[in-house]
């Protein structure tokens, strides 16, 4: 029963870290979308969705590749500390949690859209 706890706390908090992540990185690309859209709503809206859909395939190319490398050199070099935060994922996994929640983001976008 603990270890369904661990990875449920540890899912929480990794979807968590991702709403952060994905709302700092839309308020960046909000000021950069009211300086280029001419102050057009829906034209911002589509500029936030096509930002937050490549970041998070890119993002979700580099997991890919560190899953593809499973090696020493993708281990992480403070790995206590961070079994302090995660008892039970790894650093991809948090990762690609962290730019799955890019694409919900984005999928709340195209639903406000449509």
Do not use: P
Not at 55 to 77: C, E, N, P, Q, Y
Request: aromatic share 14%.
């Amino acid at each position: 029963m603990r270890l369904i706890i661990d990875y449920l706390y540890d899912f929480l908090k990794a979807t968590w870290i991702s709403i952060i992540c994905s709302l700092s990185a839309l308020l960046v690309f909000t000021g950069l979308g009211l300086l280029r859209s001419k102050r057009s709503v829906h034209a911002l809206l589509i500029w936030d969705q096509r930002c937050l859909l490549i970041i998070s395939a890119l993002g979700l190319f580099v997991v890919s590749g560190l899953l593809l490398k499973r090696s020493d050199a993708t281990r992480l070099v403070n790995e206590a500390s961070w079994r302090e935060h995660f008892k039970r994922f790894n650093f991809n996994g948090v990762l690609a949690i962290i730019f799955a929640g890019f694409i919900l983001i984005a999928g709340l976008f195209d639903y406000l859209l449509q």
